[in-house]
């Protein structure tokens, strides 16, 4: 069973730095920067001290020994979950079947109704996943170039045709029907599809976070939105577009490289968005990594019918 983190774990932790491996899963953020190689022993020292932090982080142990240790909570609300690490000694990866079993139950107990987790193409861990019950959502490709000046060179004036307001609170049920519009139904039955689902599972990355969303000049229908953030790396950037907008991804995409400068941009896209992987291509980014998004539900919406009766006739 796996079990919270405590501070007396410490120096257990010491010798499991020695035989974990890297970090299996990754956060947006994490997908950004490449993730961790090695187990970051201070931070989670740090974490095993700290009364708050720790609610958040279980470790699998047998004769005194960890075997892993991973990290989880909410995304962006209560009913998502997100797995943000998870280390396994390398001589007890057998354990990781278990280990994402065991982390519904907290999960489910906290009320959440889904738990995501991100794999690169390719990891072992699929399969192990996929047998715990997570199911695979769609594939995210990273796209990366070394200078937002260079793109910018490209893809014209940003702001050129196009009516960018700051999004707010009175947005979201729009932007809630832009998400309708263009992930498929198939996707958004394993990631959420009532809005407070959505709204929980969103993902965003830095401090500085900046959201525009597009509307149509006659109507509030939202047609586009673009979401930004600055962090150590560069910039990132996140386009979502109706297929029967009359806002191209290329003016879309110079707003969100904005006026990064010479640092570097980059941006996650979805699988089932392939015109906006090949205007970003056509732009001079890059194919840099690719994720595998994995989901397991923990609440199933079941219909049951219930018989009555009903008068007719005059």
Known sequence: MIRHLHPTDTPSLLQFKQAAGA?????????LSGGWHTFPLMKYTSIALSPRAR???????????VQAVLRAGQRSGPLAWELSDMFLAKNHRSVAGEVLEQLSFPAGA????????????GSE?????????????????????????DILLR?????????LTQASEDDRPDMYRLYCATVPIETRSRIGQTMDEWVASRERVGRKRRELVVSSGDSRQLMASVQTSDTAAGRYFSVTCRNDSSCGYESLIAVGVGQAGDKPVATLV????????????????TLD??????????????????????????
């Open 125 to 149: 861990m699929f399969d192990i996943a996929r047998s715990a019950g997570y199911q695979p959502a769609y594939t995210e490709n990273v796209f990366r170039a070394e200078s937002a000046n």
């Open 23 to 31: 970090d299996e899963v990754f956060t947006l953020g994490q997908a």
């Open 289 to 314: 990594a690719s994720y595998d998004v994995m989901v397991k539900t923990l609440a199933v919406p079941v219909v049951k019918t219930v018989p009555g009766l009903v008068t007719a006739g005059p």
């Open 155 to 163: 893809a014209g004036t940003a702001a050129d045709g196009l009516t």
């Open 55 to 65: 609610q958040g982080c279980w470790v699998k142990t047998r004769l005194a020994r």
């Open 270 to 285: 979805p699988s089932y968005d392939v015109r906006q992987a090949e205007m970003l291509q056509g732009l001079g980014f």
């Open 110 to 121: 906290s009320g959440a109704r889904r738990i995501f987790l991100r794999l690169p193409v």
